[in-house]
């Protein structure tokens, strides 16, 4: 069995999909339970490390709050870090599409942009999985031929539904923000959508976090903030291709 590091691990998504598939995931420190990966070095005793650092510096949604993701700032450098430091076999790092590319001297890698529905979900959530290894191992995600049209992403600022926006002088497209503000482009996060509804997106129990000591809308933020439960499996899944005979099935 592998022995996984889980740097960012938030709620667990990504960690729950990956022990499903039989791995054995450690939780790294996390903001959310007053832990900083700053102050974190780990041992080199893991075979692989998992992590999806902050999106918000790199999220189109930062068009509409252009103060998003400043208050921690880029922490795909920590993730580098901690994955030198710790040294496994190989590391997958989550995050949206333009973000950083993760750079670990000695590693080879490359990246795989999947959404959601493409593995069995219901949502268009399109995320980028980053995997490096040490001897050049590639992933090959198992995607449906036939999906059904995807709902949109459950998203911890809202639901990310498109909403009617007026054009301006030049014919393009306008979205207004909060303030009054006019963006050219980007996602309207639309109105925030029901703890039940964001479970159900993200493919967990219905019952998820259901004795966790936060708030509705605290709940629905770390729900929001995490890969949806089919895309995770999907994604360990084909980790699991890569390794061969060394994941125990």
């Not at 059904?148 to 992403?153: C, G, Y």
Request: glycine content about 12%; aromatic content about 8%.
């Amino acid at each position: 069995m592998q022995l996984v590091l889980s740097l960012f691990p938030g709620v667990g998504l990504l960690d729950m999909a990956f022990e499903l598939e039989g791995f054995c995931v450690v939780r790294g420190p996390d903001l959310l339970w007053g832990g900083d990966i700053r102050s974190f070095h780990p041992p080199r005793k893991f075979d692989g490390v998992i992590g999806g650092p902050p999106c918000q510096l790199f999220s189109v949604l930062k068009r509409l709050n252009p103060r998003a993701g400043e208050k921690h700032g880029n922490l795909i450098p920590e993730f580098e870090r901690v994955v030198a430091e710790a040294f496994p076999s190989w590391f997958l790092m989550e995050n949206v599409k333009d973000a950083p590319l993760p750079n670990v001297p000695g590693y080879a890698m490359h990246y795989e942009l999947l959404r959601d529905v493409w593995v069995g979900g219901e949502t268009s959530r399109l995320r980028r999985f980053s995997f490096g290894s040490l001897d050049g191992r590639r992933l090959y995600v198992e995607t449906l031929a036939l999906h059904p049209v995807a709902e949109p992403a459950a998203l911890a600022g809202g639901t990310g539904r498109e909403v009617p926006v007026r054009l301006g002088g030049s014919g393009r497209p306008k979205r207004t923000t909060r303030d009054g503000r006019i963006v050219s482009s980007g996602p309207n996060p639309g109105a925030r959508a029901s703890l039940d509804e964001m479970i159900r997106k993200q493919g967990l129990p219905s019952d998820f976090l259901a004795d966790a000591p936060f708030t509705e809308r605290g709940k629905g933020h770390a729900i929001g903030n995490g890969v949806p439960l089919p895309m995770g499996r999907a994604i360990a899944k084909a980790v699991k291709r890569a390794l061969g005979n060394e994941v125990a099935a």
